[in-house]
């Protein structure tokens, strides 16, 4: 390969790595899956995907997941 070649390369490479740390720091986004379930990202490694009906069980339960969370904050820990 020529220096030229590799050169080019190498900034194509750059650059590819700049958009994909862009897309890492977005945040937290959703999609709806093939399946059919919601998606969130951003929250860890993987999406967090449930149904329709487990998304509204779980955010019903928000009071009670705090409260929880209260209770046990000193065995809890935080990824920080």
Known sequence: MADEDMLA????????????????ARGVSMKVSEKGG????GL????????KEQWTKLL???D???AFMAAHDAEL???D
């Open 9 to 24: 390369e190498l900034e194509r490479l750059r650059k590819e790595n700049d958009a994909l740390k862009k897309g890492a």
């Open 38 to 41: 919601l998606s969130v990202y």
């Open 44 to 51: 860890g490694r993987f999406p967090i995907t449930f149904y």
């Open 60 to 62: 019903d339960m928000a």
């Open 64 to 66: 009670e997941i705090r």
């Open 77 to 79: 820990k935080s990824k």
